[in-house]
Structure formats: C-alpha cells, structure tokens
C-alpha cells in the first residue's frame, strides 16, 4: 500500500517511521507535503535509506499534483487540527482513503465536509485513537465487557495535565479555540472516544463549565515574571521562568521549530501566560448517554502531576483505574519526575475489592502506539481485534461532538441536545 503524509510537523515522524522501517515490507510512503519548506526537507531526509530528498515532496498548492503522480491508495493528514478537513476531503474526492490524526476536525461545519465526502465517496476514514490501543484500557473493555461490575451506570474521569505537557496546549496553535477546538476537543476527543467506545454507546446531552484560570498574565505577575517577551526564545525573564522551553537547546526542536521559523513565522515557544489565549484550561462536563449512562469528567492542565483517574459504578460493583503518567514533553521544569504507575481495582458489592495484575505494552502512550500502528499498516500480521479497536468517520465523528457541544453548553450556560445541535446542522449520523 502506498501513503502520502501531509503536514510534517512533530507528529508525523511516528508514521513516517512506521511506514518505512517496521512496517516497511508491507508499506511505501511515496509522498510528504507541508507548506514549511524546511520541516518538509527535514522530514524527506530522516527517511530511512535515501539521501535528501529520496521521497517525493510537494506544497499544499501542489496536493492535487501529488495524488496524480505518486497515486497513494491512503492520505495520513498530520496538520494542525482546523485544517484536517481540507485534506480529508480532497483526499477521499481524489481517490484516496485516510487516515487522520484526532481530533478528526474542529466544528460542525467542518464536519459536515467530511461526512458529505464520506457519503458520496464511499472512502474510508481511520481515526488515529491510539488510546484504545494502550493495553491496560483494553483491559477496561475486557473487564466491563465480561459483565464483572455489571451494567455500568454512572462514571467519573478526571484526566490530570501537569505543569510541563499541560503547559505546552498553550504555546501554539491549540491555544487558539478556532484552531484547535479547545482542549474539550483537541484533547477530550481521546477520552470521550474512550468513554463511547468503553460504554458501546453515544452522547446524548452534554452540560458543562470552564474558564482559563493558570495560564494568564495575573498567574505571571503572581510568579514574578513581569517584563516577560512574546516567546521564550528571546524573553528577558527567561532564565527565571519554570515554564519556558528552550528550542535552541534541544537538537530535535531546534531542528523541527527554530530552523524553520523564517519560512512560516510558526513560534513553537509563546509565552503560556499570554493575553490572547482563547482556550480554557479547567473544564468539568456532565454527559448523558443514549444507553442511560451517565458521565462526570474534569479535564485540568496545571495539575500537580500527570494521569488519569476513572471510576465506573455498575450495577454488581465498581471498576477503578488510575495511571500516573510520564509524559515526554518539551519545556518546562518537572518537580522529581514520578515514575509510571497503573492500577485497576475491582469492588463487586459483597465482596472484597481485589486488583487485579494491570496488562502492560511497551512504547509511546503506554504501550498504545505500537500496537495502533501494526493494525493500521500491516494488519494481515496482527491478531484478530476482538476489542473493536479501529475507528472510523463515525468514531471520529461522536468524539468530538462531546466537546463541541460542551463548547456550547459553556458559551450557553444551557445543556446541548445532540439531536438538536445535528438536526440544527444538516448532520445526521
Ligand atoms: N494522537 C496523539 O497522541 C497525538 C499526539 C500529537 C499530535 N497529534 C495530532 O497531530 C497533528 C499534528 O500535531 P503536531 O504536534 O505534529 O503539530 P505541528 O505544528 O508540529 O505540525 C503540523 C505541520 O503541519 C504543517 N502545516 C501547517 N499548515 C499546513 C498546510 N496548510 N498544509 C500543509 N501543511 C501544513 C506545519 O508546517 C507543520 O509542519 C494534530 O492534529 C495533533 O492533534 C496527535
């Protein structure tokens, strides 16, 4: 099968990689595109094998060209989020199927695109949520689908950033909420995707609250830091900031970012604690779901330190799953790194609770990236999914419309109908 990669940003390194080492014998990338002339040389001559520019590149004015004469059977879009659409749909109208990082888009508008192209092509879209893959929330669909707690009926998910990979959302272009959605899309897409997906059901109405609390000019005075610059790079207060990221230092990022910046002007480095952030960075959401259940959730980007706790109340008993994380983040100080840790719990009313041995995987995203990638680019080779694990337009679809919908229950003070928000957009799914 052959593959073009769009947008040769930080992400798209791990399909690259995928495509033209481990999976190599059943993969081509016969194309990249970015509109950064040099991330786009950069990434053309990290692949594997060739010198320079061994794979073909072209500019976004040029997609049409690349389709034409490097035939790819699937596009990979790894841009930022508000501009997958585009590529999603020019892919699927030229032919191509796709596969696409999360959050599959931003807006309803945007969605519709992509569910009208989807419609008249017949294209297949893959959802990139590499989060089913980590094997100890598998384990979550195994344990809930045996029926140990049984019907599940309640559940509260707290996902917890700290102060260095939180921090980093308000950097670039997911601090701007027409960019990126907002964390309840560009981040949440993978944890109410795991929730639909865990529950086997769709949000019905969703309420919610935020606001940007930490990452403000009052958190940078309060800290000291006034006189501070637009970016790290060249800010006089720098050397005194526990936040600041410092490209220069680092060969990778210097390389991706610094290098770069006189083609696009892209700063990877802007101040957190900038004026014009139009993201929250504390959010809570409330979700019915079609089946009954219900959902309470916390998403926090400054938190002490970095995982994910979830409860689901059933029927017979509860499951509890907490993982704290260590996450590889650029930037910033991280106070004495704690090391990984997971743990599932079982309490079946009546009965001691008991824990139970935690499935573990080795790679990025706890274990998760590895496994995603065999499924998606030699999938002959790897097991049969009993876990439903690949996603579609669909799956992509229902993750986000959570968190656009708690968008506009938070501009509303009001709960979203999910019927109603669709019905209102000329979508149906
Ligand atoms: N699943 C995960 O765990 C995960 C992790 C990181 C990023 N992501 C997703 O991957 C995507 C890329 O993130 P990133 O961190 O690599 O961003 P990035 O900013 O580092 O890279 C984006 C690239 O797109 C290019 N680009 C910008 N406008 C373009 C255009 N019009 N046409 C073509 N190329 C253009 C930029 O020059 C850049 O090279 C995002 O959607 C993000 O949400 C997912």
Request: aromatic fraction near 8%.
């Amino acid at each position: 099968m052959k593959y073009a990669i769009v947008g040769t940003g930080a992400r798209h390194a791990m399909f690259r990689d995928a495509i033209t080492t481990t999976h190599g014998h059943a993969a081509e990338l016969v194309a990249l595109c970015d509109i950064n002339d040099h991330r786009l040389a950069l990434s053309a001559s990290r692949v594997p094998g060739q010198t320079g520019n061994g794979v073909a590149t072209y500019r976004p004015e040029q997609f049409a060209q690349m389709i034409a004469e490097q035939k790819p059977d699937t596009v990979i879009v790894t841009v930022p989020d508000y501009l997958h659409h585009a590529y999603i749909v020019a892919a699927m109208r030229a032919g191509c199927n796709v596969i696409t990082e999360k959050p599959m888009t931003t807006d309803l508008p945007r969605l519709k695109d992509i569910l009208d192209a989807q419609n008249e092509t017949g294209k297949r879209v893959s959802v990139t949520f590499n989060y089913r893959y980590t094997p100890a929330r598998t384990q979550i669909k195994d344990l809930l689908a045996s029926g140990v707690i049984g019907d599940v009926v309640a559940v509260d998910f707290s996902w917890h950033l700290d102060r260095v990979h939180g921090a980093d959302y308000f950097r670039r272009w997911h601090r701007e909420k027409d960019k990126s959605g907002g964390l309840l899309v560009h981040k949440s897409t993978h944890h109410f995707d795991l929730v639909n997906w865990w529950l086997g059901s769709v949000p019905q109405s969703v309420s919610a609250r935020g606001r940007l609390a930490f990452y403000t000019p009052q958190t940078a005075d309060r800290l000291g830091l006034s006189g501070r610059g637009a970016r790290c790079h060249d800010c006089p207060v720098a050397h005194r900031c526990d936040f600041r990221m410092e490209l220069e230092a680092d060969e990778n990022l210097r390389a991706l970012y610094l290098d770069a910046e006189q083609h696009d002007g892209y700063h990877r480095d802007r101040c957190v604690f900038a004026d014009d952030i139009t993201i929250e960075d504390t959010m809570q959401v409330g979700v019915a779901y079609r089946n009954g259940a219900m959902l309470n959730y916390t998403l926090c980007a400054y938190s002490p330190w970095e995982g994910l706790e979830i409860r689901f109340h059933g029927t017979r008993g509860e499951l509890t799953h907490k993982h704290v994380e260590v996450h590889g983040v650029f930037g910033g100080r991280r106070e004495a790194p704690a090391g990984e840790a997971m743990t599932t719990r079982i309490h079946v009313a009546g009965e001691p609770p008991r824990s139970v041995e935690v499935w573990a995987g080795e790679g990025d995203h706890g274990g998760a990236d590895p496994i995603m990638l065999g499924y998606l680019f030699d999938p002959q080779a790897m097991p049969a999914d009993r876990y439903g694990r690949s996603s579609t337009h669909l799956d992509g679809a229902w993750s986000i419309l959570t968190g656009i919908a708690a968008n506009k229950a938070m501009s509303s003070g009001q709960t979203t109908n999910i019927a109603t928000l669709l019905e209102e957009n000329g979508l149906s799914l």
